[in-house]
């Protein structure tokens, strides 16, 4: 797998994640054998030093370090939310235009790799915000409704637990479309039947930060992973049009 590379140059790294791929090996997939690490370490001949994660369905921007100093620094930076994330998804219902989230998350603990974990820790803090750019309604009765109803959402983590994106949505009754934990299945079956669709709809599109040696501001981005657009393409949603969607969306929020 050739993975494509947003940014690089002699500190860091910056790939755009696919949907599926895992970050690091996992304790929980013994059987994999592609991880991000390994194939960005062998594609520009360096050891890499992964600084966040991206969940496995999460497709989208990815940082490593090149040495540890930098990873330290970068890591002091995501710890300290220092660093801006916009996130682009699809959820069931119509969202209200713009949201905020402030629900404290207990840590979700697996089993196998987090066994030797502390199991009674408190809830963290855990704040997100959003704002909907487009509705979608559908002439099908999924369940009780006689129609259904979707919202193209921009999310903005301003902390960072353990799938927080998915777990804040699902709180507000607008779960993510694809998400087989925190998700709805009846939804999730009917968009794979009717459209095909299969996958998380959640990507990372933007990440900005202070260079961890130059001090200058980093922006960087990338596309909405592909079995998103196709889904927005069917519902006469191109990659034109959403791009001049998010483009607006950046320049609202850099102008608030």
């Known amino acids: 797998m050739h993975l494509n590379i947003i940014y690089q140059d002699e500190y860091l790294v910056v790939i755009d994640k696919p949907s599926g791929l895992l970050v690091h090996r996992s ?27 991206l ?4 497709s989208g921007v990815l940082v490593f370090a090149l040495n540890p100093d930098i ?5 002091e930076q995501f710890s300290t939310q220092q660093i801006l994330k916009r996130y682009i998804t699809i959820t069931r219902g119509h969202a209200p235009e713009l949201g905020e989230i402030d629900y404290a998350l207990k840590e979700q603990l697996d089993k196998i790799a987090d066994k ?9 803090a855990a704040f997100t915000t959003f704002t909907r750019l487009k509705t979608f309604e559908l002439p099908f009765a999924v369940s009780r409704y006689p129609s259904a109803r979707y919202s193209l959402l921009m999310v903005e983590p301003k902390t960072g637990r353990k799938h927080q994106i998915r777990r804040h949505l699902a709180h507000i009754n607008h ?13 999730n079956q009917f968009l794979k039947q009717h459209f095909d669709f299969s996958g998380l709809a959640l990507s990372c599109l933007t990440m ?7 001090q200058s501001d980093l922006s960087l981005h990338c596309q909405p992973a592909d079995h998103i657009t196709r889904l ?7 990659r034109t049009s959403l791009n001049t969607m998010i483009k607006d969306n950046e320049e609202k929020q850099r102008d608030e």
């Open 208 to 214: 900005k930060f202070k260079h961890p040696v130059h």
């Open 116 to 124: 030797k974990a502390k199991q009674d820790k408190a809830a963290q």
């Open 27 to 53: 304790m929980l997939d013994k059987h994999e054998t592609e991880f991000a690490v390994q194939l960005v370490r062998d594609q520009i001949n360096q050891h890499v030093f992964p600084v966040h994660r």
């Open 175 to 187: 779960p993510i479309i694809g998400d087989t934990t925190h998700g709805d299945g009846k939804h």
């Open 71 to 75: 990873a330290r620094l970068l890591g």
């Open 232 to 238: 927005l393409a069917a519902w006469d949603i191109d």
């Open 55 to 58: 969940d496995r369905p999460t």
